[in-house]
């Protein structure tokens, strides 16, 4: 079990530290509210103890930022919330263990599915690891640690908040069928909590965007739509391909092994033809209820938002090599164990190989790889003589995420509501303006290369391709400085008008 959490925990740490191969806006996000939270006790809006994170406008779940707060303390925003993924990444695989045995656990281990985005400041790995712990403790009938799991959960990620009341029914269910109970005192305190965190789940702030169904032209299509996403996270074919966008996969491998594959539904086929489903029911709960918040945005397969199903597949897992390893054994039984594991080993170098080299180049654009470089050039200008910095917000408008940690914006310098409540859901718009640590003022709007070539004394910092070169020739524009990307392409521009 210790070599398989070192294999995890090393798996998980690599490329933690490198901040200038990509951060993405969320991460930079909940790790600079965290560091508000820290040092002035609200969010970066100068809202105290907020429920929900008004961030982009999408009202971010608010766990993983405050219980990042003391390794962002420590280790800086970026890491940081990047440090407590990993953490509870490894965490998830050591329950996985010893719910399911060792093949389970390597199985979580070297995942490519879970290795990637626990190596990264994601909500959903929170939510997963708060599942992992939900099923030991119905497994082992800690009720109360249960029903504590399930509620944390619900300010854990989007998903959740519709997948974890269901999950409280079958808690309950099956807190009855084992004839289990909780005490007056403790009724009473989940009826409560129950209570008050449906009211605030209710609110149209949680739900600005925890589903994201699109308008159909019928029930029909809909039902079609929802149902045909939710199948593809049973497909070994989706579960192969992985997901659509490029930073939520590890370059050149599957989300799950094939071997993986094969073993879950061996496990699950034996406990559907041995009848031991019947006590196994929160697990296959897990696993069928897992997906539908995600497919209920009717997206393609999205790694994120089914995080939650890694912990019932790897759970299967650990039942499919039981059963193939209680066969009668001989010498066809002991040459599939030896080829199985070697595969696992190879695999597992594979995996070190495409985190280490490939995937920092592949995901490079999808992490926004570069940006802190563009910051410092930004922040070493010479401003005298300039009337304006400007940040082009065309491709990404929640880039100013990304400014406020890498430019070391004060935490004290909050964003203005502009007239509206703190939870009040209107079109969200980021601010006109941030001070940096270096007291430069940067202005976010979209640039238009046409109109905003006339302004006179202003750098503009962007996307290349912002900035035609024949364009900037015309204009009589000086490059300041350019940021390139792993091939030596131009990614990032500083440009300066007359």
């Known amino acids: 079990m210790a070599a398989t959490l070192l294999l995890a925990l090393g798996l998980r740490l690599v490329g933690t530290r490198q901040v200038e191969n990509g951060v993405y806006v969320d991460e930079a996000a909940i790790g600079y509210n965290a560091k508000s939270l820290l040092e002035t006790g609200s969010d970066e809006y100068?809202?105290?103890?907020?429920?929900?994170?008004?961030?982009?406008?999408?009202?971010?779940?608010?766990?993983?930022?405050?219980?990042?707060?003391?390794?962002?303390?420590?280790?800086?925003?970026?890491?940081?919330?990047?440090?407590?993924?990993?953490?509870?990444?490894?965490?998830t695989v050591g329950i996985i263990y010893i719910l399911a045995g060792p093949m389970a656990g390597l199985g979580m281990a070297i995942l490519?599915?879970?290795?990637?985005?626990?190596?990264h400041g994601i909500e959903a790995v929170t939510a997963t690891f708060l599942m992992a712990v939900w099923l030991v403790a119905v497994k082992n009938k800690k009720w109360r640690t249960a029903f504590v799991a399930v509620f944390l959960s619900i300010w854990a990620y989007h998903a959740t908040k519709y997948l974890s009341p269901m999950l409280l029914l079958v808690t309950w269910w099956q807190m009855r069928h084992e004839g289990g109970h909780l005490s007056k005192g403790w009724t009473i305190l989940m009826l409560v909590a129950a209570s008050l965190t449906l009211l605030v789940m209710v609110q149209p702030f949680n739900n600005a965007?925890?589903?994201?169904?699109?308008?159909?032209?019928?029930?029909?299509?809909?039902?079609?739509?929802?149902?045909a996403?939710?199948?593809?996270?049973?497909?070994?074919?989706?579960?192969?391909?992985?997901?659509?966008?490029k930073r939520n996969n590890v370059y050149g491998v599957e989300n799950m092994w094939w071997w993986q594959i094969i073993l879950a539904y061996v496990g699950l086929i034996g406990l559907l033809k041995t009848g031991k489903w019947r006590?196994?029911?929160?697990?296959?709960?897990?696993?069928?209820?897992a997906p539908l918040p995600a497919a209920a945005a009717i997206d393609p397969f999205h790694a994120i938002r089914a995080l939650i199903m890694t912990v019932p597949w790897m759970i299967l897992v650990g039942i499919g090599w039981k059963k193939i390893t209680d066969l009668p054994a001989g010498r066809q039984g002991l040459r599939l164990k030896i080829l199985v594991i070697a595969v696992a080993c190879f695999q597992t170098f594979i995996l070190w190989?495409?985190?280490?080299?490939?995937?920092?180049?592949?995901?490079?654009?999808?992490?926004?790889?570069?940006?802190?470089?563009?910051?410092d050039q930004t922040m070493k200008l010479r401003i005298k003589g300039i009337d304006q910095v400007i940040v082009d917000t065309t491709d990404e408008p929640a880039i100013y995420s990304l400014w406020q940690v890498l430019g070391k914006v004060d935490t004290n310098k909050k964003i203005p509501l502009w007239g509206n409540g703190y939870y009040q859901v209107t079109k969200w718009k980021g601010p006109e303006s941030l001070v940096l640590g270096n007291g430069m003022e940067v202005i976010f709007k979209p640039v238009y290369w046409p109109e905003d070539q006339k302004k006179t004394n202003t750098v503009y910092v962007g996307s290349k391709?912002?900035?035609?070169?024949?364009?900037?020739?015309?204009?009589?524009?000086?490059?300041?400085?350019?940021?390139?990307?792993?091939?030596?392409?131009?990614?990032?521009?500083?440009?300066?008008?007359k």
């Open 279 to 289: 006590k196994e029911i929160p697990l296959l709960s897990l696993w069928l209820l």
């Open 465 to 497: 391709k912002r900035f035609d070169a024949d364009a900037l020739k015309r204009a009589g524009a000086e490059v300041l400085f350019e940021v390139k990307d792993f091939q030596g392409n131009v990614v990032w521009m500083g440009v300066k008008t």
């Open 229 to 245: 996403a939710y199948t593809s996270y049973f497909s070994p074919g989706s579960l192969i391909s992985g997901d659509w966008q």
């Open 353 to 375: 190989e495409r985190l280490t080299v490939q995937n920092p180049v592949y995901s490079y654009q999808e992490w926004i790889g570069g940006y802190s470089q563009l910051v």
């Open 209 to 227: 965007r925890a589903l994201g169904v699109g308008k159909q032209e019928s029930v029909v299509s809909l039902t079609r739509n929802v149902s």
């Open 112 to 119: 490519p599915w879970h290795v990637n985005l626990s190596g």
């Open 46 to 91: 100068g809202q105290a103890g907020p429920l929900a994170l008004r961030s982009f406008g999408d009202y971010k779940s608010p766990l993983l930022s405050y219980i990042s707060i003391p390794l962002v303390s420590v280790f800086g925003e970026v890491v940081g919330v990047r440090l407590n993924s990993v953490t509870l990444g490894t965490m």
